[in-house]
T-cell receptor, first 115, second 113 residues
């Protein structure tokens, strides 16, 4: 398996522009997570999907952020309009929860810079 | 509330030596899981080792092992025979089996040649 695939790896955009981050989870995993990593706040869970359904979006900072999972193999995180404080590394992770908890598999992340 | 504390922002170890990274946690749950993740400069978070709280035996994965002290709520990671490729940020994480993981702030490990 190729693992969790995120694109783009780097994104530089101007303030006010729309940004879309993409994620392909591991085939067969039923849970998908979007995390944001910054020096100040560490790793923050933004949203969690289970079987393509958003279960918990309480970590989404504000209405400018939205996430979708139209099918089991694709998810997007959109920021519109983007602001400099959104600059961070955004990770997608997936997992299979059956019995016990075996940890996430993370993608390589997207480094977003908003200027 | 669950918390994870990594009190060592940075550690250094000589190549081939052993180093221990500390992690303490707090949870009121009786059933939970603990993890160590490695984040090298390539940025991807990689699962290093996993421990189930109900198991008394410490988990091991090759050169990586943990010292799990349930009563003390301590979960340290020992890296034996350190290699240059072990240089990375290491994160301790806790989950009670729900989807939410609580991550520590990380320890940056430097390996000296």
């Amino acid at each position: 398996d190729a693992g969790v695939i995120q694109s783009p790896r780097h994104e530089v955009t101007e303030m006010g522009q729309e940004v879309t981050l993409r994620c392909k989870p591991i085939s067969g995993h039923n849970s998908l997570f979007w995390y944001r990593q910054t020096m100040m706040r560490g790793l923050e869970l933004l949203i969690y999907f289970n079987n393509n359904v958003p279960i918990d979006d309480s970590g989404m900072p504000e209405d400018r952020f939205s996430a979708k999972m139209p099918n089991a193999s694709f998810s997007t995180l959109k920021i519109q309009p983007s602001e400099p404080r959104d600059s961070a590394v955004y990770f997608c992770a997936s997992s299979l929860h059956i019995q016990g908890d075996y940890g996430y598999t993370f993608g390589s992340g997207t480094r977003l810079t908003v200027v | 509330a669950q918390t994870v504390t990594q009190s060592q922002p940075e550690m250094s170890v000589q190549e081939a030596e052993t180093v221990t990274l500390s992690c303490t946690y707090d949870t009121s749950e009786s059933d939970y899981y603990l993890f160590w993740y490695k984040q090298p400069p390539s940025r991807q978070m990689i699962l290093v080792i996993r421990q189930e709280a109900y198991k008394q035996q410490n988990a091991t994965e090759n050169r990586f092992s943990v010292n799990f002290q349930k009563a003390a709520k301590s979960f340290s990671l020992k890296i034996s025979d350190s290699q240059l490729g072990d240089a990375a940020m290491y994160f301790c994480a806790l989950t009670s089996g729900t989807y939410k993981y609580i991550f520590g702030t990380g320890t940056r490990l430097k390996v000296l040649a």
